[in-house]
């Protein structure tokens, strides 16, 4: 009996997890906003200088969030890759400038970054995907 009542807690754990959806925060929301802010400033560090995004892919579900973006100078400048530590992959060819990911989760009040690629040349959040045993759903369009 002890084994049934756990096997049906779990189903619905799972069905509960489930149910959350996967939605898109809309151009203009607090939401999308808070978003981009708290990944604005590890793009900025890594890449040097001001940034902003052009947002190709933001999902979120329950307390996480997933973007896939490509970072501008802002009022929609190109970033000279040759110029920042990204330089010599950008001449080899192992650099993507078109685009970067970032993994977020809500921890208390505010949106943390808990991963992120820049430029990557391979599906870089399938990994973040499996070791957090995320939806599929969070990282599709």
Not at 68 to 77: I, S
Request: aromatic content about 12%; hydrophobic content about 45%.
């Amino acid at each position: 009996m002890r084994f049934i009542l756990i096997a049906i807690a779990l189903t619905l754990g799972a069905a509960q997890a489930l149910a959350q959806h996967v939605f898109q925060p809309a151009r203009g929301t607090p939401l999308r906003a808070e978003l981009m802010d708290a990944a604005r400033p590890t793009f900025e560090a890594e890449i040097g200088g001001k940034i902003e995004f052009v947002v190709r892919r933001l999902n979120v579900w329950g307390d996480w969030a997933f973007g896939d973006v490509t970072a501008q100078r802002p009022g929609g400048r190109p970033i000279d890759w040759r110029r920042t530590r990204f330089a010599e992959d950008f001449k080899e060819g192992m650099f993507d400038p078109a685009g970067s990911f970032f993994l977020l989760r809500k921890t208390g009040r505010q949106w943390v970054v808990v991963e992120y690629a820049i430029g990557p040349t391979d599906v870089a959040w399938d990994g973040w995907r499996q070791q957090r045993k995320l939806p599929q759903a969070l990282f599709e369009r």
